[in-house]
């Protein structure tokens, strides 16, 4: 039980604060949003800052701490809130499922972040045209080894893992979304294409999308 609702600081764009609302609708956790501007630079704003030095989304201030980094908040939502289950409870189905979401969290999205983009423009001269080309080099590198890991798995099931979505699609989603963004050719990918398309039917990844959120305003 909570002392006073949860506060999550998120933009609806972005893809870490995605994460963590899919963890949040799947274990049913009712939040307030407060809306970090990231194209506005909120997040070097000084009252964000002290919720985040590192001046990234998402925080989720509960039960009177702070919290920060997508899979930290995700891993600790599972500890204190275990039902229903994002990982599995063997060790080494944990480690497969760990190592396949942070093939996205750590291999593919840093180098795609709004930071790293706005220092190859500034200081590399980046056009949009590279940039995307970027973008897309390390989205596709990163899918495709997760759909050559998978394609075998017989861990796999409707899921990455098994028939419930977990951790991996908590992550995958939100990438899946930036890459179509990018517009990377995607249909080589027939397995995360699958689990994309019967996630986003379910009730907490439609409650999660950015199109749904508060601070929601349409592309211009
Ligand atoms: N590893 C961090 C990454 C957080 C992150 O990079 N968030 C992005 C939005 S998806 C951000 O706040 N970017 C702001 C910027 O680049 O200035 C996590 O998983 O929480």
Request: net charge neutral; aromatic share 8%.
């Amino acid at each position: 039980m909570h002392t006073a609702p949860p506060i999550f600081y998120s933009y609806f764009r972005a893809s870490a604060p995605y994460r963590v609302r899919i963890a949040l609708a799947l274990k049913n956790i009712t939040y307030e949003t407060v809306s970090v501007d990231l194209r506005q630079n909120d997040q070097h704003n000084l009252a964000y800052q002290r919720v985040n030095p590192q001046a990234l989304v998402p925080s989720l201030h509960i039960d009177g701490q702070i919290l920060t980094q997508s899979l930290a908040i995700i891993e600790w939502l599972e500890d204190c809130y275990p039902d229903p289950p994002l990982l599995p409870s063997s060790p080494h189905d944990r480690a497969f499922v760990r190592s396949l979401a942070l093939t996205i969290a750590c291999d593919i999205h840093p180098l795609n972040n709004l930071r790293v983009q706005r220092y190859l423009t500034q200081n590399f001269d980046a056009q949009p045209k590279a940039c995307q080309s970027w973008q897309q080099h390390w989205i596709m590198l990163g899918l495709h080894s997760l759909e050559t890991r998978l394609k075998d798995d017989l861990r796999r099931g409707d899921f990455c893992y098994g028939n419930s979505p977990g951790l991996v699609e908590t992550c995958l989603i939100p990438q899946w979304r930036n890459a179509e963004i990018q517009g990377c050719d995607l249909g080589g990918l027939p397995i995360l294409g699958g689990i994309v398309k019967r996630a986003l039917a379910l009730p907490a990844f439609i409650k999660a999308h950015p199109d749904l959120q508060p601070d929601y305003v349409p592309s211009p």
